[in-house]
T-cell receptor
Framework: EDQVTQSPEALRLQEGESSSLNCSYT??????LFWYRQDPGKGPEFLFT???AGEEKEKERLKATLTKKESFLHITAPKPEDSATYLC??????????FGGGTRLMVKP | EAGVVQSPRYKIIEKKQPVAFWCNPI?????LYWYRQNLGQGPELLIR????????DSQLPKDRFSAERLKGVDSTLKIQPAELGDSAVYLC???????????????FGEGSWLTVV
């Protein structure tokens, strides 16, 4: 059974204070690791897909990296508008998307 | 291009009443998903359709939940009768089955927020 664990559950940062979110996973036949952003009252918004260890993707202040056991979402010099819940998910051989519980990020000005 | 459209956005019903949610996926997407998300948790898959066929419904509580996707486009998810524990966000999503580049990304709608009182 595919499993995803995200840490920390909640993270408070000052504006400009860089940090990383962790996503640990076990999956049978990884077919993709996904990062989503979810704002209150909204559905998850797609950010990145990573397919193999060593792969990196960047978008503005966000950078996602992947190893064989975990993924990190690095946030460089965050701004208050980066406050959201960040969800990690994996797609395995069963073609299902299994989500972690998310990390709630709050960036204070 | 329009995204995944869901309705209603919000619904409050009394327990034991029925409720239905509707979803229109992104045009051309042949895979459709219904997820349930409880407060403070990640989404959990209820059912997945490939065109009209439900290919994964192992997590759907079949005693009270039902879903259909007629003609392989729109889909409805029904709960009858609703229980207090069904209060959650019901998310519809879609993807295009194909190459790794085109077929792996799942796009979500805004969700239907259900409160059972």
């Amino acid at each position: 059974e595919d499993q995803v664990t995200q840490s920390p559950e909640a993270l408070r940062l000052q504006e400009g204070e860089s940090s990383s979110l962790n996503c640990s996973y076990t999956v049978s036949g990884l077919r993709g690791l996904f990062w989503y952003r979810q704002d209150p009252g909204k559905g998850p918004e797609f950010l990145f897909t990573l397919y193999s260890a060593g792969e990196e993707k960047e978008k503005e202040r966000l950078k996602a990296t992947l190893t064989k056991k975990e993924s990190f979402l690095h946030i460089t010099a965050p701004k208050p508008e980066d406050s959201a819940t960040y969800l990690c998910a994996v797609r395995g051989a069963g073609n299902m998307l299994t989500f972690g519980g998310g990390t709630r990020l709050m960036v204070k000005p | 291009e329009a995204g995944v459209v869901q309705s209603p956005r919000y619904k409050i019903i009394e327990k034991k009443q029925p409720v239905a949610f509707w979803c229109n996926p992104i045009s051309g997407h042949n895979t459709l998903y219904w997820y349930r998300q409880n407060l403070g948790q990640g989404p959990e898959l209820l059912i997945r359709y490939e065109n009209e066929e439900a290919v994964d419904d192992s997590q759907l509580p079949k005693d009270r939940f039902s879903a259909e996707r007629l003609k392989g486009v729109d889909s409805t998810l029904k709960i009858q009768p609703a229980e207090l524990g069904d209060s959650a966000v019901y998310l519809c999503a879609s993807s295009l089955r194909g190459s790794r580049e085109s077929g792996n990304t799942i796009y979500f709608g805004e969700g239907s927020w259900l409160t059972v009182v």
